[in-house]
């Protein structure tokens, strides 16, 4: 087929893509948050097992497939395809030619060696060999092709002046592949993206997503009136950034502080592995009493922190506005130790290049809406969270999640850790405004029981927080609060409001009805015993258990070993102050005799002798010192042995 011919037929399909894409789902309502997100519904008519295709901009991509929903009571979601990130370098990982040979017919023909071609005038088809270059006698170069025909003969024929059509259809349909993805790469601005449907019947279906927007604004007038009276007038400030015109749709202004996660979903991630070199050693018999490997594995299912955001003031709407269509077929599935396996019902067959999503498994799940209070998050406000029981047969991995409410609609994002099946936790989305909480904490700390035994003193003491919340509800409506603090290793939790603890954090349950402030107390006590020797111990420490001790013969006997102990260490301090005058006089002798070396004989030799006389006087004097103070050490340390053993 000529080159010419191949580029005509890619053009006029890519003109009635994008005509289909252009008429098939107009958009119906778009809701703009606060948040920078602006949720688009579009509705689309649909017959029998039909596909919905949709044109959206390459910077929205990520976002419709993080958040599309699909609404259709008479049917169900099968498959989501679009072309991948990088479809011209993805089709020209398997094609013999690069996208510059499509600029260069030599090149051209070149790459395509062993491809059957007919040239203009010849019945045969012949092979391509190459193309190679010959010197014409003008120094001129001219592009040759060489070809071998079926009866085995060899022939060249310029490139140039030729009629040459490729005879191979596979060639042709890869050629026409490579036209139309270098057609589009030149405008790579957006996807077509394609919705597969299950059902039966002509109807409308709505397809909702949450993408990026512009923060819409809000401006006030106020006039001043007669006596104290006033007119406040409100606008709202909101921007189209979509891509496209908004035709006679409903706009609808979400306040708030929602999270607003993204995530690359459209680019191809890949998984470091760790390499396993070849085994080429050789063989050996075990050795008798050989040892055994121990294979330990860590379960994969653990908390994370959560996400925080703000929900909206809406008005309820009487029917619900998130009738989210069910998924057609689900996923099997099976669970091991460490991992959960999803299977796909049918098989699937994608082109190279593109990007498919399908639906895995749908759940009723239970979820209690409650507002969180992490005492080590601080701040003043709870968040609105979704407490969730994983009542599934299946544990679910992490990943990314939109929240809607089936009469307002998109609420905010949040996470959903690795999820046990019979688990529960808490997702949270926004921050409550209308909750606030304030704490107090005060922690305490006392020896409640001393043993001495051996000349070992053995104290138990006992610690205790305890933590006073503060909450004030909402003026409008009741609100179940659940508190949670870090769990300390080897406490005691108590109040009366406590629940199952979860996630290495203790946990209270509080419902505060409207307009009401609750004071809430925590206590967190641990018990701990220390053991030290009496010989060693602080007198200040010895002072601490005599008042904590109820014995009066204990009493007495710490009280006279508290006594022992402080001679003991005021002598030990003397020593100490004799050994370093005792030091530093040593030093001085050591500097006057190198003076006396390098002075000649006169007054100045005589002054350095008299020193060196008078620091042996004071040397004899602190050995007498020193003498003294180590026997009444000696004397004191037998009055602390005598203390113990009366014990």
Request: no cysteine; proline share 4%.
């Amino acid at each position: 087929m000529p080159i010419k011919t191949i580029l005509s037929s890619i053009f006029l399909s890519l003109i009635a893509s994008t005509a289909l894409a252009g008429n098939n789902g107009p958009i119906k309502t778009v809701t703009l948050s606060s948040g920078g997100l602006a949720e688009i519904v579009r509705e689309a008519k649909v017959g029998d097992d039909s596909k919905i295709s949709i044109e959206v901009p390459l910077n929205q991509v990520d976002d419709l497939l993080k958040s599309l929903v699909v609404k259709d009571k008479a049917g169900g979601v099968k498959s989501l395809t679009l072309n991948g990130p990088n479809p011209l370098e993805e089709t020209f990982q398997n094609l013999p030619f690069r996208p510059n040979d499509l600029t260069s017919l030599p090149s051209l023909l070149n790459s395509i060696k062993g491809t059957k071609v007919k040239l203009d005038g010849k019945a045969d088809t012949a092979t391509i060999l190459g193309v190679t270059t010959m010197k014409l006698a003008n120094e001129e170069e001219r592009p040759m092709l060489s070809l071998l025909w079926p009866d085995g003969s060899l022939s060249s024929v310029p490139v140039i002046g030729s009629k040459i059509s490729i005879a191979d259809p596979d060639m042709q349909a890869k050629i026409q592949t490579a036209l139309g993805v270098i057609g589009n790469g030149s405008t790579d601005s957006t996807r077509k993206v394609d919705i597969g449907l299950s059902g039966k019947g002509s109807r409308a279906v709505d397809l909702s997503y949450v993408v990026a927007a512009p923060i819409w604004k809000t401006s006030y007038r106020l006039v001043k009136e007669t006596d104290g009276q006033a007119r406040l007038q409100a606008w709202a400030v909101f921007e189209n950034a979509s891509g496209e015109d908004w035709n006679n749709i409903s706009v609808t202004l979400s306040s708030g502080k929602p999270v607003t996660l993204k995530q690359q979903l459209h680019q191809r991630h890949w998984k470091d592995r760790a390499e396993v070199e070849v085994d080429t050693s050789s063989v050996r018999l075990q050795e008798p009493g050989g040892g055994r490997a121990k294979a330990e594995a860590d379960g994969v299912f653990a908390a994370a922190p959560m996400a925080m955001m703000a929900r909206s003031n809406v008005a309820v709407m009487e029917e619900k506005a998130y009738d989210m269509a069910s998924i057609a077929q689900e996923a099997e599935t099976s669970e091991g130790d460490v991992t959960s396996t999803f299977a796909l019902p049918n098989k699937l067959s994608v082109k190279n290049g593109e990007t498919v999503s399908v639906p895995l498994i749908e759940e009723g799940v239970k979820a209690e809406m409650v507002s969180q209070y992490i005492l080590e998050r601080g701040g003043e406000h709870p968040v609105a969270a979704a407490l969730l029981e994983n009542d599934s047969k299946i544990s679910l991995p992490q990943g990314i999640l939109t929240v809607y409410d089936n009469q307002v609609g998109y609420v905010g994002d949040a996470k959903i850790n690795n999820f046990p099946k019979g688990e529960t936790q808490a997702v949270s989305f926004a921050i409550d405004q209308k909750v606030t909480v304030s704490t107090e904490v005060e922690p305490t700390s006392r020896v409640t029981k001393i043993k001495v035994l051996n000349g070992m003193v053995s104290m138990a003491h006992s610690n205790e927080t305890k933590t006073v919340y503060t909450i004030k509800g909402a003026a409008d409506a009741e609100r179940v609060v659940l508190v949670e603090q870090a769990h300390q290793p080897g406490s005691v939790f108590k109040s009366e409001h406590a629940i199952e603890a979860a996630n290495q954090r203790d946990r209270m349950k509080i419902t505060v009805p409207a307009g009401v402030t609750k004071k809430v107390e925590a206590v967190t006590s641990s018990d701990y015993e220390e053991t030290v020797a009496l010989a060693h111990i602080d007198p200040s420490m010895i002072e601490m258990f005599v008042g904590n001790s109820v014995d009066p013969d204990t009493r007495s006997k710490l009280k006279a070993l508290a006594d022992a102990r402080s001679q003991q260490m005021e002598a030990q301090r003397a020593l100490d102050e004799i050994e370093q005058s005792y030091n530093e006089t040593v030093e001085a002798q050591k500097n006057t005799r190198e003076n006396l070396q390098s002075v000649p004989p006169g007054d100045m030799q005589q002054r350095y002798l008299n020193q060196l006389s008078e620091s042996e006087d004071t040397l004899e004097d602190l050995r007498a010192k020193r003498k003294t103070a180590q026997e009444t050490i000696r004397k004191f340390e037998g009055s602390v042995r005598e203390a113990i053993q009366r014990f």
